[in-house]
């Protein structure tokens, strides 16, 4: 009787082992998008959140149902590599003297030129980069 009793403990150990061992991980969730040089985005619910005079600004869509939206606020010309963007969301420039926000794919080729005042929907998965720019479109 301890001997059945010893095998069946056994078995439960190892069928408990093997089941950890080939059942599926659950699903990550994706990171967060993130730019180098770095700049720290705002998590918001807010469907269309600010973005102020004199900055160009980013919002990705934190899932695909909208519940949460990443906003990235830039101020300093320059070119920012992009990571994790794989969702969509709006380019908004709100830049002064007609200073362009430029969204670029990994060779650094031009996806999309915004103007100041515009704020076009965007597919940020091709898009490796946002270059601020002082010349206009």
Not at 23 to 47: L, R, Y
Not at 60 to 74: A, T
Not at 121 to 133: F, N, R
Request: glycine content about 8%; overall charge positive; aromatic content about 10%.
């Amino acid at each position: 009787m301890i001997r059945k009793a010893l095998s069946v403990g056994l078995a439960g150990v190892l069928i408990a082992l093997f089941t950890a061992v080939v059942a599926p991980a659950p699903a990550q969730a994706a990171g967060t998008p993130s730019t180098s040089p770095k700049v720290i985005p705002e998590v918001t619910s807010e469907v269309n959140p600010p973005c102020r005079d004199g900055y160009a600004c980013a919002h990705v869509l934190g899932d695909s149902v909208g519940n949460y939206r990443y906003i990235f606020r830039f101020y300093t010309y320059n070119t920012y590599n992009l990571n994790g963007w794989t969702n969509w969301g709006y380019a908004i420039n709100r830049q002064t003297n007609g200073a362009s926000m430029r969204l670029l794919n990994q060779s650094g080729g031009l996806i999309l030129c915004v103007p100041p005042k515009n704020q076009p929907l965007v597919d940020w998965y091709p898009v490796w980069k946002i270059q601020l720019s002082p010349t206009p479109c």
